[in-house]
């Protein structure tokens, strides 16, 4: 984590986050909220690549001849 660098615009700030949090019973410091804040960023970004590769790749097995899987 020391190494992601945030890209782009981010809404919402480790005070609100750690506000939203306490209202659910965490209670968290500004600056951990900000650590959460870093991780899901950077995994929704992961996560978005991901979809997207997935996509582009049943784009390509469109193209394949289809096998018979079953009799």
């Known amino acids: ?3 992601f ?3 782009g615009r981010r809404n919402i700030t480790a005070q609100k ?3 939203i949090l306490y209202q659910y019973g965490t209670d968290v410091s500004p ?3 900000k650590l ?3 991780f899901l960023y950077k995994f929704a970004k992961l996560s978005a690549e991901q ?3 997935r996509d582009s790749s049943e784009i390509q097995l469109d193209k394949k001849t289809p096998r018979k ?3």
Request: a positive charge; aromatic letters at 4%; zero cysteines.
């Open 5 to 7: 660098i945030p890209t």
């Open 31 to 33: 600056e951990s909220a």
């Open 69 to 71: 899987l079953f009799k």
């Open 36 to 38: 959460i804040l870093d």
């Open 51 to 53: 979809v997207i590769k």
């Open 1 to 3: 984590m020391k190494d």
């Open 17 to 19: 986050a750690a506000k």
